[in-house]
């Protein structure tokens, strides 16, 4: 069996219940741009060979769109070599337009500029952030923190805080009951 762990010709019950029948099932993650064309991930595939992908669905052609082991060496320099994974997984969220991805480490976020495979760290803060979310256009980050509401602009690199008033009964940017 390869790296996609293929389907045997003999099913036995242990295979069934195993994670290679698992991991054949399982489909690479995508992300559709604004653009027509495709982002994908295959988990499937070996860590030194696993990328993000940009896939043109009318010529059929694929092409990497990460350098995995420049955006690890990039992160690294945030988080220290101790903390980086071995291989980046699927994002919390792309751009519209396919070119920034957003992560969380240790609580706070981190845009990935794709092209480039730069990490920048958007948040540093005692507060866990959360709720983290692309505008439309793609230039600005809305996220959570302290139970307050930030947006930050990427191209000027300044956080604009909405509200003040979030505590443990203020919820402000979250759905409570």
């Keep these: 069996m390869n790296s996609y762990s293929e389907i045997p010709d003999n099913l036995t019950i242990d295979w069934l219940f195993s994670s290679d029948r ?3 099932e399982r489909v690479p993650d995508h992300h559709w741009c604004e653009d027509g064309q495709a982002i994908i991930y295959d988990a499937n595939l070996p860590h030194s060979v696993r990328t993000f992908e940009l896939v043109d669905p009318v010529s059929l052609t694929r092409r990497p769109l990460l350098d995995m082991r ?5 992160l690294s320099q945030h988080l220290g070599e101790s903390e980086i994974p071995a291989v980046l997984g699927w994002p919390l ?3 519209r337009q396919g070119d920034k991805a957003l992560y969380y480490f240790n609580d706070d976020i981190y845009l990935l500029n794709l092209r480039e ?3 920048i760290r958007i948040t540093q803060t005692v507060e866990k952030d959360t709720c983290a979310r692309f505008s439309p256009d793609g230039e600005k980050i809305a996220y ?6 930030f947006v930050y602009h990427i191209s000027e690199k300044r956080t604009l805080q909405l509200t003040g008033d979030g505590s443990e009964n203020i919820l402000n940017g979250r759905l409570s009951w």
Excluded at 70 to 74: G, I, R
Excluded at 144 to 149: A, F, Y
């Design 22 to 24: 698992t991991a054949a």
């Design 93 to 95: 969220e792309f751009s």
């Design 117 to 119: 495979a730069d990490f």
């Design 144 to 149: 959570v923190s302290g139970n307050n509401i």
């Design 70 to 74: 420049k955006s690890l060496t990039s």
